[in-house]
């Protein structure tokens, strides 16, 4: 069994920065493969950043490319996803989530594990 926790939304002008925290539980964190997600009133959930489980590779959906970035402590069996330039279309709940077998990291299904989401508000 895996818990997720994020921590680190808020609400943040246009232009600024946020970074989200996501605390896993479980003894082989380093085995599971982590993204993050969101989700906008009345939209559906969609990707927006994962890592691998080796940690190597990083997937990013086009619309944050250059401004996200995910990172992995396995010390301390947290994700990150610092958030930069953020703009008002980026205002949602994200959420942490945890694959702990194989499967796409962009797709919503390949993921088993799923925090309880944090709000994010970006004004314009």
């Known amino acids: 069994q895996v818990q997720l926790v994020e921590s680190g939304g808020g609400l943040v002008q246009a232009g600024g920065s946020l970074r989200l925290s996501c605390a896993a539980s479980?003894?082989?964190?380093?085995?599971?493969?982590l993204g993050w997600f969101r989700q906008a009133p009345g939209q559906q959930r969609e990707f927006v950043a994962a890592?691998?489980?080796?940690?190597?590779?990083?997937y990013y959906v086009d619309s944050v490319k250059g401004r996200f970035t995910i990172s992995r402590d396995n010390a301390k069996n947290t994700v990150y996803l610092q958030m930069n330039s953020l703009k008002p279309e980026d205002t949602a709940v994200y959420y942490c989530?945890?694959?702990?077998?194989?499967?796409?990291?962009?797709?919503?299904?390949?993921?088993?594990?799923w925090g309880q989401g944090t709000q994010v508000t970006v004004s314009s």
């Open positions: 989530a945890a694959r702990t077998r194989g499967g796409d990291p962009y797709k919503l299904e390949s993921y088993n594990y």
């Open positions: 479980g003894r082989t964190f380093s085995s599971y493969g």
């Open positions: 890592k691998s489980t080796s940690g190597l590779r990083s």
